[in-house]
């Protein structure tokens, strides 16, 4: 059953998907019709999953469960992925890609492809202290307070130097 996503508790489950290019408001606006009526009537083992959705930045798509109420089951699951491959389909857009880095640099999300990570590093367009969106958060709650994070606390740390990251520490 579809719920409104501020109204999930901050245990609940979330997937978060990025796309490899800006959706456009048409875009959007079929990924929420596509999302509200899937999360309307999932199910796991033929219980309602209390379920929501969010479309952000204009690149990703967040799906949440509240799994205190029904947990998500593997096959749910994977109902969940074959609507994000349709949608991939339809749109012509990859949410299921893992090549790209989003930062959020000016107010907007800059795609950096992974192999280019070192040279635009060094080519000053991100530091240590830039805001990285770390798609690999499980909770809301951890969605909600560290979504946004600085690329020094994450993997990306092997990209900087020692200097930067004691810069970051300063």
Known sequence: MFVPFDSLPGTARIWIYQADRKLNEVEKTTISSVLHSFTSQWTAHQQPLKASFAVLHDYFVVLAVDESYT?????SIDSSVAVIRQL?????VDLLGRNKIAFYIDEQVH??????LKSKQQEGFW???ATVFDNTILTKDAFLSSWKTKAAGTWLNRYLSTKALQHTEN
């Open 71 to 75: 947990e998500a089951s593997g096959c």
């Open 88 to 92: 991939c389909a339809q749109l012509d």
């Open 111 to 116: 795609l950096i492809p992974i192999n280019e």
């Open 127 to 129: 530091s240590a202290n």
